[in-house]
């Protein structure tokens, strides 16, 4: 195997490089596309930088997403703590036939068709928003005017939310994906929505609606795997999107050329969404478990080896993307692996690509003025050991 090495999991960013990974992946993505890596309780993990190689794992069956082998961490030593399986319902941390229970009867519901069917809906919810931006006059933060409210209504509707309820749910969810946040207050916000979601279910029971929880009713799932499942789809629906649509945007003021050609042709949504996710990868890095020694490209893998897949450097391989740190709008080599890819590739992709198509030309349309409200060196943005990479606010101003 390689004899590069990490001397530990880098979690900071160069200053004046927010999209750009942290410097020592993208050197360990120079040297090999695998390095060894130590953790903090003394276990060899690897860290694989490389696109093929990332690629090439999250779809081998003999690699494990499940919860209780995750018993290593590179910043956190855990001692001799027992990691328990993932609860009934969140599949996104079990493997194949589990996940599959879950995941399958929800599959139908988030096809390409159904989710196209919902871009007039997302329409009007930007509309709706980018109008009372409007109304209410420069400055605005960006986050909590525009980037949170239109997938928080639409994955609401979808999971048959009442949205008046996001207060009592939306706060506890950014506490526990937000990478700031203490154990005790974490298990709280945990709990909390695990209560809301209880309350939720039951009520689905007692009189169903039209929405995808009361849909899977007439299944053999129970309650608690219901909760399970809502859980997941609401978290990914509120925060992975909401952070692409602020960060996405922090890139595109960046980058005024692009952003111009964004605003020239509204035929570029498509390919501008694909890039920012590419060159984003707000969702920067996946775990994986050896469950036997494997041999990939070359490189021995032995049994119980923790892998941290960086989609990160993966999405910035040179040898898959030409001028990788290049944010190009009009770059045609597709295949990212911001969506991650085998049998967990993310299940809302399709709904987070209507949402990003319709909502980011839209802003960029209505304020062509639209720019920073501080410099760029002073947008706070979430802290690297965040599972969803983000901004925390960006104040925004235009010319009224």
């Not at 694909?274 to 994986?288: D, H, I, N, P, W």
């Not at 802003?363 to 901004?391: H, K, M, N, S, W």
Request: hydrophobic content about 40%; aromatic content about 6%; proline content about 8%.
């Amino acid at each position: 195997m390689t004899e590069h090495a990490l001397p530990a999991l880098p979690t900071e960013r160069r200053p004046g490089c927010p999209f750009d990974p942290p410097q020592e992946l993208v050197e360990a993505r120079e040297h090999s596309p695998i390095s060894r890596l130590p953790f903090a309780d003394g276990h060899q993990g690897l860290l694989v930088t490389g696109y093929d190689l990332a690629r090439s794992i999250l779809a081998d069956p003999r690699f494990s997403s499940r919860k209780e082998l995750m018993k290593h961490h590179p910043t956190i030593d855990y001692g001799d703590i027992e990691v328990p399986p993932a609860p009934p319902g969140e599949f996104l941390l079990m493997d194949d036939p589990r996940h599959a229970r879950y995941r399958r009867p929800l599959v139908g519901k988030f096809t390409v068709r159904r989710m196209r069917l919902l871009t007039e809906r997302v329409q009007q919810i930007t509309a709706e928003h980018l109008d009372t931006m409007e109304q209410a006059g420069p400055p605005a933060d960006l986050v909590t005017a525009f980037a949170k409210p239109i997938p928080a209504i639409m994955i609401c509707e979808l999971l048959g939310v009442p949205y008046e309820d996001r207060g009592s749910f939306q706060d506890d969810i950014d506490t526990f994906m937000n990478g700031e946040t203490s154990d005790e207050d974490l298990i709280a916000a945990y709990t909390a929505v695990q209560e809301y979601l209880a309350a939720l279910v039951a009520a689905k029971r007692a009189g169903p609606t039209d929405d995808v929880l009361s849909d899977l009713l007439d299944s053999d799932l129970t309650d608690e795997e219901l909760r399970g499942m809502a859980l997941i789809l609401l978290a990914a629906g509120l925060d992975t999107t909401a952070n692409m649509l602020a960060l996405g945007t922090f890139a595109l003021l960046e980058n005024p050329e692009q952003l111009a050609a964004l605003r020239a042709d509204p035929a570029l949504a498509g390919p501008a969404v694909e890039e920012l996710l590419r060159y984003l990868s707000v969702a920067k890095q996946f775990v994986r478990v050896a469950l036997e020694d494997v041999e990939l490209g070359g490189h021995p893998i032995k049994a119980g080896t923790t892998v941290i897949l960086s989609l990160g450097t993966a999405n910035r391989d040179p040898e898959r993307f030409p001028g990788p740190h290049r944010l190009d709008l009009r770059r045609q080599d597709g295949g990212h692996l911001a969506f991650g890819h085998g049998i967990h590739q993310c299940l809302g992709q399709q709904l987070a690509r209507v949402e990003l198509r319709v909502a980011l030309p839209a802003l960029v349309q209505r304020f062509p003025t639209l720019r920073l409200a501080v410099p760029a060196e002073q947008v706070a943005l979430r802290p690297e050991i965040a599972d969803i990479y983000g901004v925390k606010s960006l104040p925004v101003t235009w010319d009224a």
